[in-house]
T-cell receptor, first 109, second 113 residues
Framework: EDQVTQSPEALRLQEGESSSLNCSYT??????LFWYRQDPGKGPEFLFT???AGEEKEKERLKATLTKKESFLHITAPKPEDSATYLC??????????FGQGTRLTINP | NAGVTQTPKFRILKIGQSMTLQCTQD?????MYWYRQDPGMGLKLIYY???????DKGEVPNGYNVSRSTTEDFPLRLELAAPSQTSVYFC????????????FGPGTRLTVT
């Protein structure tokens, strides 16, 4: 069974303090790993897709990386507007999107 | 483009009542999905559709039904509501097969008392 585990559950940072969110997974035949951002009371918003180990993608202060067992979402010099819940999800052999529980990120000014 | 829209935004149901959650997308996507999101549990797939007239069960389909008569619309029907169906429901769509990103609606917050 495909599984996704995110850590930590919650993370508080000061503005400008860089850090990383972890997404560990087990899957039979990874077809794609996704990162989404979710603001309170809203639906998830797509950020990145990664397809194979070694791949990296960047968008503003965010960079997503992928290994054979984990994905990281690196946040460089975050701002308060980066506060949100970040969701990791994957598609494996079952061809259905499986989500982790999310990491709730708070950036204090 | 409005993207994926959902109605209503909030609803309170009594145990045993029924209702339909509406979902419409204007992106001409073939694939559509219904998820529920419970606190600390992540999103769980209820039903999905790969095109008009074709639907299939996801991980947690019990107590729900769907239909897909057009490309744009994918309503979710709750029959005989139970407290366990209290959740936030999200509809999503994606453009193609397999590994396409999904676009989510704003959600419906449902409480069953």
């Amino acid at each position: 069974e495909d599984q996704v585990t995110q850590s930590p559950e919650a993370l508080r940072l000061q503005e400008g303090e860089s850090s990383s969110l972890n997404c560990s997974y087990t899957v039979s035949g990874l077809r794609g790993l996704f990162w989404y951002r979710q603001d309170p009371g809203k639906g998830p918003e797509f950020l990145f897709t990664l397809y194979s180990a070694g791949e990296e993608k960047e968008k503003e202060r965010l960079k997503a990386t992928l290994t054979k067992k984990e994905s990281f979402l690196h946040i460089t010099a975050p701002k308060p507007e980066d506060s949100a819940t970040y969701l990791c999800a994957l598609i494996g052999g079952a061809q259905k999107l499986v989500f982790g529980q999310g990491t709730r990120l708070t950036i204090n000014p | 483009n409005a993207g994926v829209t959902q109605t209503p935004k909030f609803r309170i149901l009594k145990i045993g009542q029924s209702m339909t959650l509406q979902c419409t997308q204007d992106m001409n996507h073939n694939y559509m999905y219904w998820y529920r999101q419970d606190p600390g549990m992540g999103l769980k797939l209820i039903y999905y559709s790969v095109g008009a007239g074709i639907t299939d069960k996801g991980e947690v389909p019990n107590g729900y039904n769907v239909s897909r008569s057009t490309t744009e619309d994918f309503p979710l029907r709750l029959e005989l509501a139970a407290p366990s169906q209290t959740s936030v429901y999200f509809c999503a769509s994606s453009p193609g097969t397999g590994v396409s990103e999904q676009y989510f609606g704003p959600g419906t917050r449902l409480t069953v008392t």
